[in-house]
């Protein structure tokens, strides 16, 4: 692991992102297909506008519930959850 890199949890499996990165981006290659949210229709959603507006990026970090992905930088060690395993 490159010395500017931490080690987050998304959906329980260990991930390596730089630091400084955003949960969004860190989602965005690790968590493929990046689904963060299902709507009330269960349809998936996943970021939009990259600037907390759209509100399409909720996720659970550290188990605080409807933290914005987008507006969120990595720590080392926090704990992401997804709707992404989600039917």
């Known amino acids: 692991m490159p ?3 931490i080690e987050i949890f998304i959906n ?10 955003s949960v969004a981006a860190a989602l965005a290659v690790a968590a ?4 963060t949210r ?3 229709s269960g349809m998936p959603r996943a970021p939009l506008c990259g600037m907390g ?7 659970s970090i550290d188990g605080r519930a409807h933290r914005l992905a ?7 060690g926090m704990r992401i959850e997804t709707a992404q395993a989600v039917a």
């Open 12 to 21: 329980g499996s260990s991930v390596k992102v730089a630091t400084g990165c």
């Open 53 to 59: 507006i759209c509100q399409e990026c909720r996720v």
């Open 32 to 35: 493929a297909p990046g689904i």
């Open 70 to 76: 987008c507006q969120t930088e990595c720590a080392a």
């Open 38 to 40: 299902r709507s009330v």
């Open 3 to 5: 010395e500017n890199d």
